[in-house]
T-cell receptor, first 117, second 114 residues
Framework: AQKVTQAQTEISVVEKEDVTLDCVYE???????LFWYKQPPSGELVFLIR??????QNEISGRYSWNFQKSTSSFNFTITASQVVDSAVYFC??????????????FGTGTRLQVTL | EAGVTQFPSHSVIEKGQTVTLRCDPI?????LYWYRRVMGKEIKFLLH????????ESGMPNNRFLAERTGGTYSTLKVQPAELEDSGVYFC????????????FGPGTRLTVT
């Protein structure tokens, strides 16, 4: 069975602070994908990143960065110099890697990030 | 390009009534998924279509839920009869056959059963 844990229910920061959202996962699959999605107030889930289990390189995209550590089964997400527009619920998710076949996502419970001025 | 759309955005019904949710995936996306988020909990998978065929329906909670995707385009999810515990946000997602691991989500339908 797969499981994703986002222990932080809600985080509140002041604009320009850095913030890290934690994600810990459990899976018996040897290959899998990890994802982060953002849910702004409008409600839709916005895809942010997909990471293969066999690629442990960290990734940076503008103010966003992701730290994947297979040894600790973690896939943490850092926002540098946070902005009010970053306020949203962020979901971490996991899916098995099945060649040529799409598969369901297993989500965490989400972390609500509130960025204030 | 239009994103995944869902209708209605909100639905309030009484216990025992029937509700049908609709999802229009992104054009060309063969894979279509339904998920549900009950208040404060994780988003849970319900089922997965590839074109008009059900690939995986392991997440469907019980036989009060019926999903269809006739013609491999839009999909409907019917709840009949609705129970209080069916309340939540129902999300639809789709993915392109060439990028099957990237699921694009719609805004969800908030269902309230009273």
């Amino acid at each position: 069975a797969q499981k994703v844990t986002q222990a932080q229910t809600e985080i509140s920061v002041v604009e320009k602070e850095d913030v890290t959202l934690d994600c810990v996962y459990e899976t018996r699959d040897t290959t899998y994908y990890l994802f982060w999605y953002k849910q702004p107030p409008s409600g839709e889930l916005v895809f942010l990143i997909r990471r293969n289990s066999f690629d442990e390189q960290n990734e940076i995209s503008g103010r966003y960065s992701w730290n994947f550590q297979k040894s600790t089964s973690s896939f943490n997400f850092t926002i540098t110099a946070s902005q009010v527009v970053d306020s949203a619920v962020y979901f971490c998710a996991l899916s098995p890697f099945l060649t040529g076949t799409a598969s369901k996502l297993t989500f965490g419970t989400g972390t609500r990030l509130q960025v204030t001025l | 390009e239009a994103g995944v759309t869902q209708f209605p955005s909100h639905s309030v019904i009484e216990k025992g009534q029937t509700v049908t949710l609709r999802c229009d995936p992104i054009s060309g996306h063969d894979n279509l998924y339904w998920y549900r988020r009950v208040m404060g909990k994780e988003i849970k998978f319900l089922l997965h279509f590839v074109k008009e065929s059900k690939q995986d329906e392991s997440g469907m909670p019980n036989n009060r839920f019926l999903a269809e995707r006739t013609g491999g385009t839009y999909s409907t999810l019917k709840v009949q009869p609705a129970e209080l515990e069916d309340s939540g946000v129902y999300f639809c997602a789709s993915s392109h056959p060439g990028l099957i691991y990237e699921q694009y989500f719609g805004p969800g339908t908030r269902l309230t059963v009273t």
